[in-house]
């Protein structure tokens, strides 16, 4: 679900860029022709810093592009990824797990604006994890930050003749990798009911015999107050899957750290089910099989569960 643009990263790609090893190529690190991989240096080098020190610009007031933006110094040297913070900020702080949403700005060695979200009118979402891939050494530096804070981030390509990635960005908001909507009260007992653990995964008991309906059900169990989604979103979500024997077959908690995807590229379930919801809600979805994966069971080819499915789902922000 990540696009390329020939000339230019999409505000999707700018992530991808900070979570696939800080690189633009798709190479994996063994197949890298460089002598250095993110996995061999995990936190930001003193000379890789010294470089970073190279991006300087006018101070800008929050939610506002920098201005005057210079890119001094050979960042072809860069033996890895490096980050730095720029300036301090003085709001909530960024913890391990978030989802961080920032502003970012690409730039060309040159000093060319080559992406900047502030152009696109919205910030993009980064996971703040380590399980989620993100580069660690802009993990080092983004966690404990402040909302408001200013990073410069750079990493050096493994194409040639390729511009490295230089980018600088303001953190605007964070959120906790879970919901954190109002709990409601389901009073129907045929559903099946759900049960968060300290960490908020959630297990869930099914009753006996229960078939789901003809229609997608959205059950709420955490109504949120953020902005309402939107069927055309790009969706930032923590979820479980079962199928009706209570049986796991899918769960981004496991994988711990929350998942990202377009409501358009779902099973029609999800779509119907998650758009209109406000953020920070927590929902249960109980889909019919044919706007899941199809009628049967065990698995279709392509290893996905047949039959009727139930997802509870976190949504936690969107792009």
Request: charged content about 20%.
């Amino acid at each position: 679900m990540k696009l390329r643009s020939m000339r230019a990263l999409t505000a999707v790609t700018v992530v991808a860029a900070l979570v696939l090893t800080g690189c633009s190529g798709e190479s994996t690190p063994e197949e890298s022709p460089s002598t250095t991989t993110s996995e061999e240096v995990t936190s930001t080098t003193a000379e890789d810093a010294k470089i970073l020190e190279g991006i300087t610009y006018s101070a800008a007031n929050a939610g506002e592009a920098p201005t005057d933006v210079k890119i001094e110094g050979d960042f072809t040297k860069l033996s890895a990824p490096a980050a730095r913070e720029i300036s301090p900020g003085t709001g909530e702080t960024v913890e391990d797990g978030d989802l961080v949403s920032v502003h970012i700005v690409s730039y060309s060695a040159a000093g060319e604006t080559t992406q900047s979200t502030y152009d696109d009118g919205a910030p993009t979402t980064i996971p703040n994890s380590a399980a989620s891939g993100l580069v660690s050494q802009l993990l080092d530096v983004l966690t404990n930050q402040k909302i408001g804070a200013r990073l410069a981030f750079a990493a050096p390509s493994q194409e040639e003749d390729v511009d490295p990635n230089i980018m600088v960005m303001e953190i605007v908001d964070s959120v906790r990798p879970w919901a954190t909507g109002e709990p409601q009260e389901v009073t129907d007992a045929s559903l099946p009911t759900v049960t968060l653990d300290d960490s908020g995964q959630p297990s869930i008991e099914i009753p006996d015999g229960f078939e789901a309906t003809d229609d997608t059900q959205t059950i709420v169990l955490k109504q949120g107050d953020g902005a309402e989604v939107k069927e055309t979103d790009y969706l930032h979500a923590q979820y479980s899957g079962w199928n009706l024997q209570g049986e796991r077959f899918d769960s981004s908690w496991e994988r711990g750290a929350a998942t990202a995807f377009s409501l358009q590229q779902v099973i029609q379930g999800w779509t119907k089910g998650l758009a209109g919801q406000k953020l920070g809600s927590q929902v249960m979805l109980i889909i019919p099989a044919e706007q899941a994966y199809g009628a049967g069971e065990g698995n279709n080819e392509s290893g996905q569960p047949l039959g009727d499915l139930i997802f509870v789902v976190d949504l936690l922000a969107v792009n």
